[in-house]
């Protein structure tokens, strides 16, 4: 099913947008972390909304979601330069998947930019193109999409309705790669629509680029030219494929490899788009019912429902390693060129700043082999390399094979992980079938109602800590001396310690209490980890941390070494968790014990949580945003809840429980 938006469905859908300049913006809703709604009267017509979903679409809708109650602070942003303001202008950047949507109010002008790639994003410029506010604020290796920094545009690529003749032989002349991987990685064709083109023109798709004669190239450009003479001339067929009652595809023109599918056509591409995207918008919403039905689950159903769900995920992601293997094999003579190249360059001395001023200038210069290397990390001596089916991490100082080979050993990790898991399933639904004699005798009693006094402390109380959602106690230190403090006086020999790959980054111990710690709970420990740490401060998306068991734990040094306070040393091999999501919830949990607030990773607050706020590092100081989240729990809360929210979680306590540095509502 298709995710996000072509470049051809992009150039289709600005150009009938266009009944949208002058346009008044009246109202801008942000209903996901990555959507925006501006809601515009067009003065002839009426009124409209128009989506904006980071990495995905642009398209106007009826069938918005429903206005959140609390605005995120990036809507704030857009109400406040751009509501009441005119549209002017709706633009593509040349064939790519960016639009910018250009306002005018009171004289002064904003762009909002739209970008619909993968880890794309949605951003606020002034007249200048000085980013005012990015929907998610991201360093790349490229670029920086910061508040305060000039918008730099993605490097771009061949423009299929402007490209020449001659421009598209010297693409072929200098490519090692075939036909449709040459075209589909130098233009913003996409694969799927340069197969077309190729099956429009008689070309084999399969043919080395380099070997196409003159005459080979005039026909695919004819080819290409045939498949988007529709797209230039303004004359299109907006359709849904179907394939056995199911959406596969919304498309602005016909194509051959769909003959036979069911299609059902549309007045214009919009309406096609939205009645795509709203089916999928819809099973969204019906999932969300579902996880608020997992919420009233017991702990054991809760438990396997998630393990479950582990071993789907165990299941995805060894197969996407054992893929990304293959596939480095099947691009073998590319792979190996470039580690070569740069293993070259290295051996000659240049310096990694040099080989990515050479990388940018190839790329300009439309050189397949650098416009494959996404990125360059020198700390670890590793490209991210782009292959036509996948994007894989490279390292230099190994051979093609051994790369490969590291992907099949990351498989057989998560395949040794799916088993502990298994097992893991057949101990909770044993435990579930004790329990439902218990279950069965407790029916008829009567249920503990749960407290709405403030609860009374707890010893970890004055640490970071939460409760995963399967029940262990998880504990964080705040500073130096409560790092010493949980390790010397709370940490047994059964218990898990973690620590994030970031400079301060706060003790955190996993409390097994004689249970063997699960994945899951291992799982929401590295979230903990790495949000309560620098990262969050430092405003980044993801970071890595490690675990490792208390023995490897020591306060001892080698000699001539110290140890600051709080700092600890840690002997053999650590158990690394790369990439892991900077995000965090608040929540207010009711019990027999009381009511009171509660931090942590999204999953276990949501598990425990009877209302709940997710957050991730933003640009609301700490005051504000605590703030504005106690705001959200007494205006959702029932009358009484409320009442017992005002005595127990006041913005200074919901403080507590929030990550170092500033912060964003994403609800």
Known sequence: MKEEMSSVDVYAVVGELQFLLDAKIEKVYQHTPDEVRMRLQEFKTGKYDLIAEAGRRLHVSSHPRESPKLPPAFAMILRKYMMGGRITAIRQRGFDRIVEIEAVRAGEKTILVVEMFARGNVVLLDADRRIIMP?????????????????????????????????????????????????????????????????????DKGRPAKSLVESEVRLLLNGIRTLFKPLSEGVLRPHIVRKDGKNVDVLPLE????????????????????????????????????????????????????????????????????????????????????????????????????IRKTLKDAKKAGNAAATAIQAVDPATGTLTIKLPEATVNIDIALTVPQNAQAYYDKAKKITAKKEGALKAIGQTKAAMAKAQPAAADAAGKKKVKASTKPRKPRWYDRFRWFHTSDGFLVVGGRDADSNEEIVKKYMDRNDVFFHAQAHGAPITVVKAEGREVT?????????????????????????????????????????????????????????????????????????????????????????????????????????????????????????????????????????????????????
């Open 135 to 203: 929907l998610k604020s991201i360093k790349m290796k490229d670029r920086d999409v910061l508040r305060g920094e000039v918008y730099e545009y993605p490097a771009s690529q061949l423009n299929p309705l402007t490209v020449t003749e001659s421009e598209l032989a010297a693409l072929f002349r200098e490519s090692d790669k075939d036909v449709v991987r040459t075209l589909a990685t130098q233009t913003n064709m996409g694969g799927m629509y340069v197969e077309e083109a190729c099956l429009i023109s008689g070309v």
């Open 255 to 354: 194509l051959k490899r769909y003959d036979g599918f069911e299609k059902v056509f549309f007045e214009t591409f919009n309406k096609a788009l939205d009645e795509y995207y709203s089916a999928v918008t819809v099973s969204e919403i019906k999932a969300k019912a579902a996880e608020k039905k997992v919420e009233k689950m017991g702990p054991l159903e809760r438990r396997l429902k998630q393990q479950e769900e582990a071993i789907a995920k165990f299941e995805k992601e060894e197969a996407e390693n054992v893929r990304k293997g293959e596939l480095i094999y099947a691009d073998y003579q590319q792979v190996e060129d470039i580690i070569k190249v740069i293993n070259g360059a290295r051996a000659k001395g240049y310096s990694w700043d040099d």
């Open 519 to 667: 994945p899951q709970a291992l799982a929401e420990t590295a979230q903990f980890a790495v949000s309560y740490s620098s990262v969050w401060k430092a405003g980044q998306f993801s970071g890595d941390c490690y675990w490792v068991r208390p023995e490897q734990v020591s306060k001892t040094p080698e000699s001539g070494e110290y140890v600051a306070k709080g700092a600890f040393i840690v002997r053999g091999e650590r158990n690394y968790v790369k990439d892991v999501p900077v995000r965090a919830a608040i929540g207010i949990r009711f019990d027999e014990s009381g009511c009171y607030v509660i931090g942590g990773p999204v999953d276990a607050v949501k598990a425990r949580a009877k209302y709940s706020v997710i957050i991730e590092p933003g640009e609301l100081n700490q005051g504000d945003a605590a703030k504005k989240i106690y705001r959200y729990f007494t205006e959702h809360a029932s009358a009484d809840d409320a009442k017992a929210i005002r005595q127990a979680a006041s913005p200074d306590r919901i403080m507590m429980f929030m990550p170092p540095g500033e912060t964003r509502i994403a609800l």
